[in-house]
């Protein structure tokens, strides 16, 4: 998730093999992010969202757009306060379940 899509880009630039998603609400960001490579760039409004249920819909949005999948295993960056920018102090390694399947 990010607010500016600096971490994407930072990310973009290691050659890893594995897919990067930007999850910003920015439409511009999303633009933005869709020029790096290797990045794929969805929309994620998290306006409505409480900070405990990000992470469940942030799954579920990968799941629904076919990029993970039950028992993948998805990185997830994100800052403590939401929409900030520079904020990223976060990294967590979760497990895709059935119930982020929609």
């Known amino acids: 998730m990010t607010a500016s899509g600096y971490t994407p880009l930072i990310a973009s630039l290691i050659s890893s ?3 990067i998603v930007g999850l910003a609400h920015n439409p511009v960001d999303q633009r933005r992010m869709a020029l790096y490579r290797g990045v794929v760039s969805l929309p994620f409004d998290t306006s409505d969202m409480q900070a405990n ?3 469940d819909h942030a799954l579920a949005r990968l799941v629904r757009h076919g990029i993970a999948g039950p028992d993948d295993h998805v990185i997830l960056t994100r800052g403590d306060h939401m929409n900030a920018h520079g904020g990223t102090n976060t990294m967590k390694f979760l497990n ?7």
């Open 53 to 55: 249920d990000l992470n």
């Open 96 to 102: 895709v379940n059935p119930g982020h399947v929609r």
């Open 17 to 19: 093999g594995l897919p």
